[in-house]
């Protein structure tokens, strides 16, 4: 079984014009060399800037060496300070949160420390970036993170998969206090691989898990305790997984990601799906470059009711969609290499951060990237 999510590496990628638009106070900044692998998140801070975190190094194939990077910037990029965490093996920072007492907590892997093959990791530090507390989750087998999902009681939601004696990947997640704390652990699934990518708290405090099974896309929803209330697998036509959960505002869920149509050409597309409050689906669609591989890793919703959808393909694809899976514009954010949105932050003068990966020309490895733009690009 493939594994869908760690960047599904796309073989028919083909080269597309980029189409940049005015934004307000634009600018890119792309971080190389050894020490700068990958943003995969990004959180505004209490004081006005933004802390973004990755890897120093991201690789497809062995031997995987590297740490979680941590940066805070400014709203135009620049640097306020670096720092990186790790041990003698393998670690990167899958997400990040500002604590409102003092700093931030990032979530991510390790095989430097912990039970296991690979565990969880969630580290708090301070204000600058400096090292106060960290704990490990997970047992002798392999655990792979996807998000943090901060809870509206103080808790947090870690998330992604771990594997069983066969060697088969299953739904896991750790709610945790904000000190670390764990409260519940939540293992399910019976398939060949299923995977938790993203999830999302509901106003009365269920748990809404945007999952990956085998390949199939499909939701979950638990209370808060951690039971299982309901599940759905979409069992469609190709193949497709969610990346990507949000709100539609009305009890019901718009969920983006892959769908890779059957046949000989294999075409790969963002899919959007929209459920009700059961987990139904009321529509799915997909669109794409006719011409490029390219799909969804990040959904954002605006205040006015549309989404940002931020991609991964030739040139840092950005859609922006209407409640209907309309698509109301498509750009390019940068040039020809394969990159990645990780995160997307809406501002308050209406433009936009977006954090990812771009690929470097040995195809084997990233660099990390931030920019700024407005809503189109």
């Known amino acids: ?190 398939a060949g691989e299923e995977i938790i990518l993203d999830a999302l708290e509901t106003a009365t405090g269920e748990i809404i898990l945007c999952l990956s099974v085998d390949e199939d896309g499909g939701i979950a929803k638990l209370d808060a305790n951690g039971n299982v209330l309901w599940t759905r697998r979409y069992e469609l036509a190709g193949w497709q997984f969610s990346s990507a959960i949000a709100s539609t505002g009305d009890g019901g869920f718009l969920l983006a990601g892959f769908s890779m149509s059957e046949g000989a050409r294999r075409q790969v597309d963002t899919w959007l799906v929209r459920c009700d409050a059961s987990g139904e689906i009321q529509w799915e669609t997909s669109f794409g470059d006719p011409t490029c591989d390219d799909y969804a890793q990040v959904l954002l919703r605006l205040e006015d009711g549309t989404y940002l959808v931020g991609g991964l393909g030739i040139g840092m694809p950005l859609s922006r969609i209407d409640s209907n899976g309309n698509v109301l514009s498509s750009q390019l954010l940068t040039g020809s290499h394969i990159c990645a949105v990780k995160a997307l932050l809406a501002l308050e003068d209406g433009s936009f951060l977006a954090a990812g990966m771009i690929q470097i020309r040995s195809g084997r490895s990233y660099d990390a990237i931030v920019l700024r733009a407005d809503m189109d690009g």
């Open 1 to 190: 079984m493939r594994q869908p999510s760690r960047l599904v590496m796309l073989a028919a990628l083909c080269l597309c014009s980029v189409i940049v638009g005015a934004a307000a106070s634009p600018w890119t900044k792309k971080f190389e060399g050894s020490n700068y692998g990958a943003f995969f998140d990004a959180a505004l801070t209490p004081d006005g800037n933004v802390v973004v975190v990755g890897a120093t190094n991201h690789l497809h194939v062995s031997p995987y060496s590297g740490d979680s990077l941590l940066m805070k910037l400014t709203l135009d990029g620049d640097i306020i300070w670096e720092q990186s965490w790790g041990g003698d093996g393998y670690e990167q920072a899958w997400a990040v949160a500002s604590v409102p007492s003092d700093g931030f907590l990032i979530f991510g892997e390790t095989d430097s420390f912990g039970a296991g093959d690979r565990d969880f990791f969630l580290l708090k530090v301070s204000d600058e970036g400096i090292e106060q507390w960290v704990k490990m989750y997970g047992g002798a087998h392999r655990e792979w993170p996807y998000g943090m999902l901060p809870l509206s009681n103080g808790d947090f939601l870690l998330h992604g998969f771990t594997t069983v004696e066969s060697g088969s990947r299953r739904q896991y997640a750790v709610r945790v206090s904000a000190q670390g704390d764990p409260l519940w652990e939540y293992v399910a699934g019976d």
